[in-house]
């Protein structure tokens, strides 16, 4: 497997050729171990992961929308925390088998494209294509997004404030949110202890 190679640039939408320098620049002075990807963020950067699941009982999929109701407040409850008042990038992934970058939504702009997985045979090959919109963060402002990740419609969304020091990564059945130091993480766990798992490794 190979992650983080740059297979091409491309300026459009919302995020021009020196927004996606300096967007690249930042990952790499906040996340240098790990490339915009989120499921691989959590092992190297263990020391300032929480995770909070989305419903009680760690139940992953809303079935009525009483539940979706309680997905929806608590994936902005903590985004609220992590963002309120300020600018956040909604990064969004596009996976494909070609190299040549997609066309994404006029509210967003590519920023990079990474080769997922590598392969000698080009029909093998897996590319995640990323876009990025800066928006100023309100509460329940990307709830149709949010509603298509908790039903796994999307995956790989990553939220981060202006600066890059902060990620709320949601999944199905949660999200995984890393913090500028071990802790902040602690005192933001700490405000949810019910939305935690009883996973010892808190999965």
Known sequence: MVVGRFIGERTSGRVSGGAQAALTELWQQCWPSCPPVGYKLRDPYRDVWVRFHSLPESKRYAENESEYTVVLERYNTILDELFAGAD????TPLWTTEAE???FQPDAGYWQSLLVADDPD????TYCHLSAARRPWRHGCIDELLRDVADDKVAGVLITDAQMQ???HPY???ADVFLASSRERDRMRDRHPDWLSSHPLGL
């Open 88 to 91: 956040v990038y909604v990064i």
């Open 101 to 103: 970058v997609p066309s």
């Open 122 to 125: 080009p029909e093998f090959r």
């Open 166 to 168: 902060r990620i709320h």
């Open 172 to 174: 199905d059945g949660g």
